[in-house]
């Protein structure tokens, strides 16, 4: 499949110009005289900020008209754009508002019976790149490994980015985190954890059972641990 870089530039240019008026962050921040506000009162009530209203419509329709140019089926690249399009237009929406607060909220109920929210968030993304980084070494794709450091992304997005690195318009990183400097370290450790994974350890765990269960105990022994 033959890249047309001029059509992707055009597409990524108009989902940045699309994004600019969405700034969420921005939009709840207070301004100093609310801060000013607090201060006087010693923090005992907090001051009644007003938000100026956001209207969605323009950025939705931008990108509605992004999304008609897209061929997503069978078209890494144009699924990666779609997928860019539905972030921006999730952000656009008052929705959005509910998932903004549970990434915020990082705790679980203190009462007990909820999980911790983000623990389970970061513990499904240890889990997928764990698994990816596993699938890569198994597959002989190790060239795909600098790919997941050239920008914040997801691991779908990795066919995207490697079209669009053979094309030109994707650069490597020049800096990688220092577990991730020395590949063949990092290839050789993947290669044994995946190997690890395929032996069949409750079959080892019963031999080292019984060897176990030979040895009499040492506890109360002189010098034991």
């Not at 995207?160 to 577990?179: D, E, K, N, V």
């Not at 031999?207 to 022994?221: F, I, K, N, S």
Request: one cysteine or more; aromatic letters at 8%; hydrophobic letters at 45%.
């Amino acid at each position: 499949m033959r890249l047309d870089g001029d059509r992707v530039t055009r597409l990524a240019r108009a989902l940045k110009a699309a994004e600019a008026p969405v700034r969420i962050l921005r939009g709840l921040e207070w301004p100093a005289s609310a801060r000013d506000t607090f201060l006087r009162h010693r923090g005992d009530r907090l001051p009644d900020v007003l938000y100026a209203p956001f209207d969605p419509g323009p950025t939705l329709s931008r990108l509605d008209g992004i999304r008609a140019e897209l061929r997503p089926q069978g078209d890494p690249v144009d699924a990666w754009l779609g997928r860019i399009a539905d972030r921006v237009a999730s952000g656009a929406r008052p929705e959005q508002a509910f998932e903004n607060a549970r990434r915020v909220f990082r705790g679980g109920v203190l009462t007990g019976g909820a999980p911790f929210t983000k623990d389970i968030v970061y513990l499904d993304g240890l889990l997928r790149v764990q698994t990816f980084l596993s699938h890569v070494v198994a597959s002989g794709r190790s060239d795909c490994l600098r790919l997941l450091f050239a920008g914040k992304l997801d691991i779908e997005d990795v066919p995207a980015l490697a079209m669009l690195t053979r094309a030109g318009l994707c650069r490597l990183p020049r800096h990688l985190s220092p577990w991730a400097e020395g590949l063949r370290y990092l290839i050789g450790y993947l290669a044994w954890s995946s190997f690890l994974g395929s032996v069949d350890m409750e079959r080892v765990g019963a031999h080292y059972d019984g060897l176990l269960a030979a040895a009499p105990r040492l506890d109360g022994v002189e010098g034991s641990v």
